[in-house]
């Protein structure tokens, strides 16, 4: 993607801009070398119940996204067939998360309406923990997020109200990490950008996201691929409007970030 369209000109907002694509086209596999996988996999054997985990209700969402994923070409059909020969709840998410390259989340609407995390296998998680939010709102999730339910909550909802079957919706998320690791899960004390600033030991941190509905479950399949480019290499619009962006962030989304400490510097060094 181009990334100078991460940052919308002018003052701070949330938005929620959706692309629409063919779900294989973003759950399909990428990587021709196999070293995502691998690394997926590798973290899951290490803790399994801390990557893939889900609730006792999680099963028909989880079939769902299974079934739906034969359909989206040779790829994920592999993936999702060698998931289902699976045994197990436990067993069977931690296989999602060493058969496809996105992280997988999955949202099941309850008799009041909310969507709430169900089950997922969360193998790149950007400083937060599967396990603490399963059985949460997305509201609950979000308000984390200093000014995101305010701007977005109601937005959201109506989206997911409306989302239909047979198209992946995508959406996209940014921050600044000290670290190129996909993995930054907070039990590893990953530390956050500090000053002094070096451009070229701090990646602007990309989540690529896709919402699929699956309708006959009353859910919504979330997927995640992380992508990381260096602060030194961005050049031209990407790195003045970054640097706009970061000008325009409010203090408590900062803070948020972990931003404070080298937010006025990252300004000065962005060209």
């Not at 969360?122 to 599967?130: D, I, S, Y």
């Not at 198209?167 to 500090?194: C, E, T």
């Not at 919402?211 to 003045?240: K, S």
């Not at 408590?252 to 060094?269: D, M």
Request: aromatic share 8%.
């Amino acid at each position: 993607m181009d990334l100078a369209a991460l940052f919308p000109s002018g003052a701070h907002r949330f938005h929620l801009t959706l692309r629409r694509v063919a779900p294989g086209d973003f759950f399909g596999p990428q990587d021709t070398s196999g070293a995502l996988l691998r690394e997926r996999v590798r973290w899951i054997e290490a803790d399994a119940a801390r990557y893939a985990a889900g609730r006792s209700d999680a099963a028909r969402v989880v079939d769902e996204f299974l079934e739906l994923a034969a359909g989206w070409g040779p790829g994920c059909d592999a993936a999702a067939r060698s998931v289902a020969a699976t045994s197990g709840a436990a067993a069977r998410l931690a296989a999602i998360g060493g058969a496809f390259e996105p992280d997988i989340l999955l949202l099941r609407r309850g008799a009041d309406g909310e969507f709430r995390l169900a089950a997922g296998a969360l193998c790149f998680p950007t400083g937060w923990a599967l396990e603490e939010k399963l059985g949460l709102t997305l509201d609950e999730i979000h308000g984390v997020v200093p000014g995101l339910n305010a701007a977005l909550a109601g937005t959201i909802r109506q989206f997911l109200d409306r989302l239909r079957p047979g198209s992946a919706y995508l959406r996209d998320n940014w921050g600044i990490s000290a670290h190129a690791d996909l993995n930054q899960h907070p039990f590893r004390g990953l530390s956050g950008p500090q000053a002094p600033v070096d451009l070229g030991r701090l990646w602007l941190r990309v989540e690529h996201q896709a919402l699929v509905a699956l309708p006959r479950a009353g859910g919504v399949l979330f997927g995640i691929r992380i992508a990381n480019h260096r602060l030194d290499r961005l050049t031209g619009e990407t790195a003045v409007l970054l640097r706009e962006g970061l000008r325009e962030m409010p203090e408590e989304l900062a803070a948020y970030k972990r931003l404070t400490g080298v937010r006025a510097e990252l300004i000065r060094r962005l060209t």
